[in-house]
Structure formats: structure tokens, C-alpha cells
């Protein structure tokens, strides 16, 4: 049997145990041992030959692999975080960084910038779609650090990045109730920071029973949009809804989360106002009989708001459509005109996005 060759097997780079996280930080500075000195790192045979293989395998059996310190590492994250999750750290309170990475202050006395809440939420996408990798000591390109409370710091358009611990500073308490998308639910562990604390944007709930709502967030191993229970997977309770001083506010007859205005059923418009597929108001009203009609209720359906109907969608418009519209509307924190039961360009971007 030939002479066996161990080689060093590193720890997944997207492993977010406490172990990983602490070595990643420490090893590129000390090569030597490394391999002995992490938790999660072990070593194994590399067999020349098949028969040599086989022998190998045999010999170090069911006790040989249950021997292996590879527990030390958290699972794979499914879609769904396990109970004791996050294991989100965050960095301190700290300026932008520029493109090579040098801190960049703020102007002296620079003031909040105001937003609006489809900004805030195209912010949030836009990290979503580049699979920005959690870090608490690396900046994105746009100077945020890659954190939870870093990426909320991006949402918001904020001046410097901020931390759990501080993100109150920026935004009022609210209620349940309140809750619109750009809002933020904001778990600070005082005691222990690095323990639990964690934020998440809120990006509407996702159906009329307010279980639940879309959540934007950056964590292990990278910035991500996913139903999630209220108010959180864990530590739910010290969850809390807060919102951002700075953003532009919404009153009746305004649709929350966008400030675009939902006008009352029959008013005139343009046709799509901009809306893929939206075909204008004249479509919903009393007595509108086409497929529109047919294809608003389906989606109201799938979105979990099709209660109303008895005996499903169909081409002409009834009570049960307009009750669906109204839920739906609801759901995403309007009130008033805003939640008439009658679709506009927003109300229709909303239901199928």
C-alpha cells in the first residue's frame, strides 16, 4: 500500500458558525497550523490506488466519521432558518467607504435624506439581485457595510452606517398596524449585541391574515428577499416596527408604500400609467365584463385573497373582486381612497410583482 497523503480540507467560505466567522477573520494572517487550530477543519486521506481506497474506507468505519469534527460547522442554510438563527453580527457605527475602500465621512452637519418607500424597496432589490455576500467588515461598492444593519443603512439612503444599537436614532416607533414597506423590524439584543440582534426591511404582508409579510434582509450567506413569519423566525417578540424619519409620508389616497395615487374608481387616466399590463381603471368598475377582470381574481387567489369568491374568478366584475382588491390593499397598509376595493396602476404592480 502506497504511503497516504493528507491534504488540508478548509471550511465552506459561506459557513456562518461563529468558528468559521472567527477564522476567516484570524487565519489569513497565521498559515502555519492552521488546519489544527479550526474547529471545523480536519484532515483526510487521499488514496492512490482503488484497492488502497477501499482498505482505507473500511478501516476507518462508521467510528471514523462520526469522528470528524465536521458539526462544528452550521448546516447549509435551507430556505427556511432554523430556530436559533440569525448568527448575524453586525459592525459598529461607522462612515461610508469609497471605492478603495478609505473611510468617507459625511459633511459636517449633513442632515437625513428623504426617500421615497419604492426607493427604499428598489434599493433593498437592487443588493438582492447582486447577491451581495454578508460581511461585517467588508464595504459594498456603494460604500455600505455588508451587514444587516449596513444594508438597511443603503435602504434608507442613510449619511453613515449605522448599527442596531443606533438605527432608533433614525426613525420613530410605530405599531403592527403601521407597518408600511420601507419600514424596518428591528430586533437590539442591549445586553449582548453580537447576540441575535438583527433588521430586516419590510416589504408588504403577503396575505390579509398579517402572519406574514416579504422581507428583505442581509444575512449568511448573502442579501436575500423571503416570506417570513411575524415578526421573525426567532426571538419574535423583541422584535420591534420602526420607521424612518426621512421618509416621504402618505396620506389618504395615496398608495403607502409608493406615494403613487390610487385615484377613486371611474376617475380618468392614461391607460397603463406606466404599469406593465395594467389596462386602466375602466376595466374594473360595475358591470365590466373581460378578461381582465378574470385575471385580476386569479392572481388575488394565488396571493392568498380569493376568500371572498364562492365559486372562483370570472370575467365579470363582482363584490367578491372588489372585496379581494380591498384586502389586498389593506394588507399593504392603506387606508382611506387608497383601499377602495378598486385597482389602480399601483394597487395592479403590487398584486403581480
Known amino acids: 500500500m502506497e504511503t497516504p497523503v493528507f491534504e488540508e480540507i478548509e471550511p465552506a467560505r459561506d459557513c456562518d458558525c461563529a468558528g468559521c466567522r ?8 497565521a498559515p502555519a497550523g492552521r488546519a489544527l487550530a479550526h474547529p471545523a477543519a480536519y484532515r ?27 458539526a462544528a460547522h452550521a448546516p447549509h442554510r435551507p430556505a427556511v432558518p ?44 437592487s443588493w438582492v439581485a447582486a447577491k451581495v455576500p454578508y460581511s461585517m467588515t467588508a464595504y459594498w461598492s456603494d460604500g455600505y457595510r455588508q451587514d444587516c444593519s449596513g444594508f438597511v443603512s443603503m435602504a434608507w439612503k442613510l449619511p453613515a452606517n449605522e448599527w442596531t444599537g443606533s438605527l432608533g436614532t433614525v426613525a420613530d416607533r410605530i405599531t403592527k398596524e403601521e407597518l408600511q414597506p420601507g419600514d424596518i423590524l428591528l430586533f437590539h439584543n442591549a445586553s449582548d449585541p453580537q447576540k441575535g440582534s438583527h ?31 411575524y415578526a421573525y423566525w426567532s426571538n419574535s417578540a423583541q422584535y420591534l416596527p420602526y420607521r424612518y424619519k426621512g421618509v416621504a409620508a402618505s396620506g389618504a389616497g395615496k398608495a403607502g408604500a409608493a ?52 365559486r372562483g374568478p370570472g370575467p ?33 404592480r403590487r398584486l403581480f410583482s
Open 22 to 29: 472567527h477564522w476567516r477573520r484570524v487565519l489569513p494572517h
Open 44 to 70: 483526510t486521506l487521499v488514496v492512490a490506488t482503488a484497492a488502497a481506497s477501499v482498505t482505507a474506507v473500511s478501516a476507518l468505519g462508521a467510528g471514523g466519521a462520526a469522528a470528524l469534527p465536521a
Open 82 to 125: 432554523a430556530a436559533d438563527e440569525p448568527g448575524t453580527p453586525q459592525g459598529p457605527r461607522a462612515p461610508l467607504h469609497g471605492p478603495v475602500g478609505r473611510p468617507a465621512a459625511p459633511p459636517a452637519g449633513a442632515e437625513l435624506a428623504g426617500i421615497t418607500r419604492t426607493e427604499i424597496i428598489d434599493r433593498a432589490r
Open 199 to 229: 433588521v430586516v426591511i419590510f416589504g408588504g404582508w403577503t396575505d390579509g391574515t398579517r402572519t406574514a409579510y416579504t422581507a428583505y434582509e442581509q444575512t449568511p450567506p448573502r442579501t436575500r428577499k423571503l416570506d417570513t413569519p
Open 259 to 310: 406615494g403613487t395615487e390610487e385615484a377613486p374608481p371611474g376617475a380618468a387616466g392614461p391607460a397603463s400609467h406606466g404599469v406593465a399590463g395594467y389596462p386602466g381603471r375602466a376595466m374594473f368598475r360595475p358591470g365590466a365584463d373581460n378578461p381582465y377582470v378574470t385575471r385580476l381574481g386569479r392572481q388575488l387567489v394565488r396571493k392568498g385573497f380569493g376568500t371572498h369568491y364562492k
Open 316 to 348: 365579470r366584475w363582482s363584490e367578491a373582486d372588489r372585496r379581494g382588491v380591498e384586502a389586498f390593499q389593506r394588507a399593504q397598509g392603506w387606508r382611506g381612497g387608497a383601499a377602495d376595493g378598486y385597482p389602480g396602476p399601483e394597487t395592479w
